[in-house]
Every structure is written in structure tokens, then in C-alpha cells.
């Protein structure tokens, strides 16, 4: 059974940081391109950031450019979304995808709140 799991989440102040991490189970992340999506309570949810399976490129929409990073430990079989500078605005829930949408894990939501 293909399956991607998040964790990470949490409830942290303005200027927190969190590391957001999704994990593969009977997929190989490394063969497919790797995206986060961002649903805010009451939005639409959004793609924020992705990551090639070629040269490791990385692409992030210009809210969380600068402050997010993506990156691959393929040994774990885990992406990893190191989030810095948090915003209130970035409260919601966080998804991993793999393969364009193909395939979803659950979300994990994170707080940003004083």
C-alpha cells in the first residue's frame, strides 16, 4: 500500500520555526517530485513548494520564499518542509503529495499564534 505520512506540526509563536516531515511508505519519495500544499482554515488548499527527482531543484511560491526550504534524506525515505520565521498566516493544515497529486497523506496542521 502506497502511503505518506506527515508530522511535525504543531502550535509555535510568530518567528518559530518547525520542521514538517513526510515519509514514504511503499513508495520511493526519490523517484517522484515531491510538493507541499497549504490549506488555510476556511481557503482553498495550495501548492507552496516543490521539489524535482532529477537535480533536486526546488520551487517555492513567493509567501513562503525565503523563510521555507525543502529538501530529501532518500536514505530515510522521508522530505522534509524546514519552516523558519513562522506567520500567523501560515496557520493550517500542511500536505505532502507525491507525483503532481497522485498520492496524499493526511496533513498535519500547524498553529502560528501568540
Known amino acids: 500500500q502506497l502511503k505518506l505520512v506527515e508530522s511535525g506540526g504543531g502550535l509555535v509563536q510568530p518567528g518559530d520555526s518547525l520542521r514538517l516531515s513526510c515519509a514514504g511508505s511503499?513508495?520511493?519519495?526519490?523517484?517522484?517530485?515531491m510538493s507541499w500544499y497549504h490549506q488555510a482554515p476556511g481557503k482553498e488548499r495550495k501548492l507552496i513548494a516543490t521539489?524535482?527527482?532529477?537535480?533536486?531543484?526546488?520551487r517555492y511560491v513567493d509567501s513562503v520564499k525565503g523563510r521555507f526550504s525543502l529538501s530529501r534524506d532518500n536514505p530515510k525515505n522521508i522530505v522534509y518542509l524546514q519552516m523558519n520565521n513562522l506567520k500567523p498566516e501560515d496557520t493550517g493544515v500542511y500536505s505532502c503529495?507525491?507525483?503532481?497529486?497522485?498520492?496524499w497523506g493526511q496533513g498535519t496542521q500547524v498553529t502560528v499564534s501568540s
Open positions: 503529495s507525491a507525483n503532481w497529486g497522485s498520492i
Open positions: 511503499g513508495i520511493t519519495l526519490s523517484n517522484y517530485v
Open positions: 521539489i524535482d527527482n532529477t537535480a533536486g531543484s526546488t
